[in-house]
C-alpha cells in the first residue's frame, strides 16, 4: 500500500498526466476538480499529502490550503504554480512547485515533505513510496495502485520553498 495523495485541480489534462505520474510511482491518488468536495474527502479520508494545482483560484486555493492546515496540520501541502508570481503566501504550504514539464521534482518534493513529517496516525503507509529512476514514463506498471478511494494532504513544515516542477 502507497501514500494516498489527495490532488485538487481542474479537470485538464494536467491534471490527468500527475495522476498517472503519481500512481506508476506508487501514489494512490484520489484526484478531484471541486474544492468543496476536496475539502469533504480530505476529513473523511486517510490522507498522507494534498497537492492543489494552479488552475484553482489563488484565493480559493488559499483558503482551501488554510483549511486543510485547520483540519490536520500535520498533513503537508504542496502549491504547484505556472509562474512565480502565482505564489501562495508564505506558511501556508510545505513547498511550492513552478509547473514547467519535469515530473521529478513533483515526485522529490513529495518524498521530502512525507519524509520529513515522519509516521503519522492517519497514513496509509509506513514507509516513503519508491523512488523514480528519474524518468515517471520508466515505471513499472505492475507498481501501481488502485486509484481509488484514498486522498492525501499535506501537513505543515515551516518549509516554504519554491522550486520548478512538472505537473
Not at 96 to 106: F, H, I, Y
Not at 135 to 159: F, I, L
Amino acid at each position: 500500500m502507497g501514500w494516498t495523495v489527495l490532488c485538487v485541480s481542474k479537470i485538464s489534462a494536467a491534471q490527468v498526466t500527475r495522476k498517472m505520474i503519481l500512481e506508476r510511482a506508487g501514489y494512490k491518488v484520489i484526484a478531484i476538480a471541486n474544492p468543496e468536495e476536496a475539502v469533504r474527502i480530505f476529513t473523511a479520508s486517510a490522507v498522507d499529502a494534498v497537492v492543489l494545482g494552479d488552475s484553482i483560484q489563488a484565493d480559493q486555493r488559499n483558503d482551501l490550503a488554510r483549511t486543510f492546515k485547520r483540519l490536520s496540520p500535520s498533513v503537508p501541502i504542496l502549491a504547484l504554480s505556472q509562474t512565480s508570481g502565482s505564489q501562495v503566501p508564505a506558511g501556508i504550504v510545505d513547498e511550492q512547485l513552478e509547473s514547467l514539464g519535469d515530473p521529478q521534482l513533483l515526485l522529490e518534493a513529495l518524498k521530502r515533505v512525507l519524509v520529513r513529517g515522519g509516521d503519522r496516525s492517519a497514513s496509509s503507509r509506513t514507509t516513503p513510496a519508491p523512488e523514480s529512476d528519474g524518468a515517471a514514463n520508466n515505471a513499472a506498471a505492475s507498481n501501481a495502485p488502485a486509484s481509488e478511494g484514498t486522498a492525501t494532504a499535506d501537513r505543515p513544515t515551516g518549509a516554504n520553498k519554491s522550486k520548478k516542477s512538472a505537473v
